[in-house]
C-alpha cells in the first residue's frame, strides 16, 4: 500500500488461471473453447495471462477487440456479444477475423450482411436465442426472459437462421444463449440447453448445421456462504447431451471474481447511538456492485487489529450519496488507518468504476509468483479533465 497507495485492486494470477484451467480441463478432449468474458475485468495484463494459456474471448464491443489484441489474444478466438453492434465494429471484427458474431436480432443480422457484401467476405454468425428460462438470478443480471431486451425468442430464431442460409454475405456456425450472471442452481442451465438442443434438431430438419454451440457464462461464484455451481459437473452434465458438437463458454465473473480484491484504507470513524460509520477512502465509484445490486462483498482486515474498536460498522465511501457504501453492519475491530480487503471484488469491479465526485480511478496490481506488478497506473488529477475543453468567448 506504501508503494501503490489506497485504494487499490489486487489481483492474482495463479487464481485466475487456476479458475480458467479448471473450465477448460473438464472438457478433456472434446471439442471446445473457454471464451473468458471481457468485461468482467479487461486489464491488458488479465487478458494476456489468459492468451497465454489458451483462453478464448468473449467481448462486446471494439474496445474489447482492441484491448484483445493488445494484449496479445487472437481474433480468431473471439465471440463478439452485444445487443446493438455498430457497423465500424462489425467492420472491425470482419477484418480482424473474429471467430463468430453472436447476433441479436434480424435488423442486426441484416446490417452484418449488409458490411460483409460492403467488403464482399462471409461473415460468421451465430444467433443468439433467448431459451426463456428463469435464471433466479438479481433482475439486472438476469437475462434468457422473454421479456429482457437480449436475443431472440426461441420460436423467432428458425426464420432468421433461414435467413442467413440464403444469404452468400453469411456463413452460420453455431446457437448461442447466455441466461444470465450470478447463477448458483445448475437447473436453469440445463433447462436452457434442452431447449437449444431441440432447436438444433429442428434446424438439422431444415438442412442448416451448427457446428458449434455456445452456451454464454453465468456460473454464479461465492460472495458469502452460497453453495454454487460445481463446474466440472455442470460440465460433464453437457457433455452428456450434445455428441461431438463443439462447445463455447463465456464465463466472466467465475474466472476473475474470487481472484480479485479491493483495498481501502478507514479514514474516520464515526459513532452515535444507533450506528458505526467506518469512512473509508473507497467508494461506490471505486466499486459499484454493493450500490447497484445490493451485492454482498466479504470484508477482512489486512492486518488483524486488536488494539481497535470492536462494533458492527458500516462501511461507507466519501461520495454525496446515501447509498455509497461498500458493506453494511459487519463485526471489525477497527482504527483509523488501517486497511481492509473488500473480498471478490475482481469482476465488475475496476470495469464498472467511474469518475464521480471528480475521483481518479484506482490503480491495478497483479501478484504473480509471489511479486506484485502494477498493472494500471493510478489516474492523476489532471487525467480527469484533460479532454475536456473550455468554450472561447
Ligand atoms: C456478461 C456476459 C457474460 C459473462 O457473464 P458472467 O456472469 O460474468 O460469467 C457472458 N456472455 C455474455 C453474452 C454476457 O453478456
Redesign the pocket.
Known amino acids: 500500500m506504501d508503494r501503490y497507495g489506497s485504494p487499490l485492486y489486487v489481483y492474482s494470477r495463479t487464481d485466475i488461471e487456476n479458475n480458467w484451467r479448471e473450465f477448460d480441463s473438464a472438457f478433456g478432449d472434446h471439442p471446445h473453447l473457454v471464451?473468458y468474458?471481457v468485461?468482467?475485468n479487461s486489464n491488458i495484463a488479465v487478458l494476456n495471462v489468459l492468451a497465454k494459456i489458451g483462453a478464448g474471448f468473449?467481448i462486446?464491443s471494439i474496445g474489447e477487440l482492441e484491448r484483445v489484441l493488445a494484449a496479445g489474444g487472437q481474433a480468431s478466438n473471439c465471440v463478439f456479444?452485444?445487443v446493438a453492434k455498430t457497423q465500424v465494429e462489425i467492420k472491425r471484427g470482419l477484418e480482424a477475423g473474429i471467430r463468430c458474431f453472436?447476433v441479436e436480432s434480424a435488423a442486426e443480422l441484416g446490417r452484418i450482411e449488409q458490411v460483409a457484401s460492403g467488403m464482399n467476405v462471409q461473415a460468421p454468425i451465430s444467433i443468439?436465442v433467448n431459451p426463456n428460462v428463469d435464471a433466479k438470478t438479481h433482475p439486472y443480471?438476469s437475462?434468457g426472459l422473454k421479456e429482457n431486451k437480449?436475443g431472440v425468442d426461441i420460436d423467432d430464431a428458425l426464420v432468421l437462421y433461414k435467413t442467413a442460409q440464403q444469404s452468400k454475405y453469411l456463413s452460420i456456425k453455431g446457437l448461442?444463449c447466455?441466461i444470465?450472471?450470478?447463477?448458483t442452481d445448475v437447473s436453469p442451465f440445463l433447462d436452457a440447453l434442452d431447449k437449444v438442443l431441440g432447436l438444433i434438431e429442428i434446424l438439422k430438419n431444415q438442412g442448416i448445421d451448427i457446428e458449434h454451440l455456445d452456451l454464454?457464462?453465468?456460473?454464479?461464484i461465492v460472495y458469502d456462504d452460497e453453495t454454487t455451481i460445481d463446474i466440472a459437473a455442470y460440465i460433464a452434465a453437457v457433455l452428456k447431451k450434445v455428441g461431438n458438437l463443439e462447445i463455447i463458454l463465456?464465463?466472466?465473473?467465475?474466472?476473475?471474481?474470487n481472484a480479485g480484491a479491493f483495498i481501502t484504507k478507514v479514514e474516520f470513524l464515526k459513532r452515535n447511538s444507533d450506528k458505526s460509520f467506518a469512512i473509508i477512502d473507497g467508494a461506490m465509484n471505486d466499486l459499484l456492485r454493493p450500490a447497484f445490486y445490493n451485492a454482498y462483498h466479504q470484508v477482512l482486515p489486512v492486518r488483524e487489529n486488536a488494539q481497535g474498536i470492536e462494533s458492527n460498522w458500516d462501511l461507507v465511501g466519501p461520495i454525496c450519496e446515501t447509498g455509497d457504501f461498500l458493506a453494511k453492519d459487519r463485526v471489525l475491530s477497527l482504527s483509523e488507518g488501517d486497511y481492509l480487503a473488500i473480498m471478490s471484488a475482481g469482476?465488475?469491479g475496476f470495469t464498472m468504476s467511474s469518475n464521480y465526485n471528480s475521483r481518479p480511478r484506482v490503480a491495478e496490481v497483479m501478484v504473480s509468483d509471489n511479486t506484485h506488478h502494477l498493472i494500471r497506473k493510478r489516474e492523476t488529477i489532471q487525467d480527469l479533465f484533460n479532454t475536456e475543453i473550455l468554450i472561447n468567448d
Open positions: 471464451c468474458a468485461k468482467a468473449d462486446v456479444s452485444g453472436n443468439r443480471i437475462t437480449f448461442d447466455h444470465g450472471s450470478q447463477l454464454g457464462g453465468g456460473v454464479g463465456e464465463p466472466g465473473r467465475a474466472i476473475v471474481g469482476a465488475y
